[in-house]
């Protein structure tokens, strides 16, 4: 089991085998204070510029 934390804050134990490996890259941009995030029409999430590559 893996010791994680939810995007709640909460921690939970993941087992391993529920993870995997992805190589990406991601930036986090700042300018004027202001950090540059993704949003997704589809999901209604926000992310950071990147992805897998």
């Keep these: 089991m ?9 921690k ?5 085998n529920k993870f995997s490996v992805r ?3 991601y930036a986090l941009l700042i300018h004027e204070g202001k950090i540059l ?3 997704t029409r589809s999901k209604g999430k ?5 992805g897998e590559g």
């Design 12 to 16: 939970v134990n993941v087992p391993k």
């Design 46 to 50: 926000y992310y950071l510029p990147g």
């Design 37 to 39: 995030v993704v949003n």
């Design 23 to 25: 190589v990406s890259g």
């Design 2 to 10: 893996i010791e994680a934390t939810s995007i709640f804050g909460n």
